[in-house]
C-alpha cells in the first residue's frame, strides 16, 4: 500500500511570490495535517483537516491556508513568501481523529525562498 | 501550552550496543499520548513506538522501548543491539486527546536527537 506521498519535492521561489504544496493520504484515511519543519528543528503544526473541515491551527500568520478536498487529499498555500518560509513541509495522514490516533508522515517538500 | 524537551542534541553508540534517549515534557494534563519519531537522513518521518499516558505498562517494539515516569513527565527510548539503520535524527513528541479548539489533531515535537551508530 502506498503510503502519504506529497508534492513537489523540492521547490524554489522568490519572495512575494505564492506557493501550493499538495499531499495524498494513506488510502482510507480521512484526516490529514500539515508541518513546518525548520533545518535543524522539530515540526511545528500548522494546520489539521478531517472530513474537509479544518479542526486545528497553530500559530501561523494567515499568509498560510490549507483545504481537503472530497477524496481527502489536501493543498496547502503559503501566499507572499519571506525568506523564513524556507522549510520542509510534511504531510501527515490518520484515519479518523480518535484520541491520540497516530500520525503517518509523508517525505516532505524542501521550500526554499530566495 | 504544552512544551516537549530534549536535552541531548547528539548521541552516539557502537553497533550492538544500547543507548537512552531523554525526553521531558511539560503538561497539566492528565491524558495524553507520547510518540518517539525517527526522521532518517532521507528525510521521510516513521513512527518508532508510542505511549498512552493512562497505561503503566511501558511500551515497547522489538528492539525499542520506553521509560514512562508520569510523575517526573520523562519518557525516554532505549535502543537495545543498535544497528547502522538505527543512525538518524529522533524526535519526542506530545499529543492531547482531541478535545477542540485550535490544537486540535497537533503533535508537539521536542528539538530532536542525532543519532550517530559506528560500527
Known amino acids: 500500500d502506498a503510503g502519504v506521498t506529497q508534492s513537489p519535492t523540492h521547490l524554489i521561489k522568490t519572495r512575494g511570490q505564492h506557493v501550493t504544496l499538495r499531499c495524498s493520504p494513506i488510502?482510507?484515511?480521512?484526516?490529514v495535517s500539515w508541518y513546518q519543519q525548520v533545518l535543524g528543528q522539530g515540526p511545528q503544526f500548522i494546520f489539521q483537516?478531517?472530513?474537509?473541515?479544518?479542526?486545528g491551527r497553530g500559530n501561523f500568520p494567515d499568509r498560510f491556508s490549507a483545504r481537503q478536498f472530497p477524496n481527502y487529499s489536501s493543498e496547502l498555500n503559503v501566499n507572499a513568501l519571506l525568506l523564513g518560509d524556507s522549510a520542509l513541509y510534511l504531510c501527515?495522514?490518520?484515519?479518523?481523529?480518535?484520541?491520540?490516533?497516530?500520525?503517518?508522515f509523508g517525505p516532505g517538500t524542501r521550500l526554499l525562498v530566495l | 501550552a504544552q512544551t516537549v524537551t530534549q536535552s541531548q542534541p547528539e548521541m552516539s553508540v557502537q553497533e550492538a550496543e544500547t543507548v537512552t534517549l531523554s525526553c521531558t515534557y511539560d503538561?497539566?494534563?492528565?491524558?495524553?499520548?507520547l510518540f518517539w519519531y525517527k526522521q532518517p537522513p532521507s528525510r521521510q518521518m516513521i513512527l518508532v513506538i508510542r505511549?498512552?499516558?493512562?497505561?503503566?505498562q511501558n511500551a515497547t517494539e522489538n528492539r525499542f522501548s520506553v521509560n514512562f515516569q508520569k510523575a517526573a513527565k520523562s519518557f525516554s527510548l532505549k535502543i537495545s543491539d543498535s544497528q547502522l539503520g538505527d543512525a538518524a535524527m529522533y524526535f519526542c513528541?506530545?499529543?492531547?486527546?482531541?478535545?477542540?479548539?485550535?490544537?486540535?489533531?497537533?503533535?508537539?515535537f521536542g528539538q530532536g536527537t542525532i543519532l550517530t551508530v559506528h560500527p
Open positions: 503538561t497539566s494534563e492528565s491524558d495524553y499520548y
Open positions: 513528541a506530545y499529543r492531547t486527546p482531541n478535545a477542540g479548539g485550535t490544537s486540535y489533531g497537533k503533535l508537539t
Open positions: 483537516y478531517y472530513e474537509k473541515e479544518e479542526r
Open positions: 501527515a495522514s490518520s484515519f479518523r481523529e480518535l484520541r491520540g490516533e497516530t500520525q503517518y
Open positions: 488510502s482510507g484515511h480521512k484526516s
Open positions: 505511549q498512552e499516558a493512562y497505561k503503566q
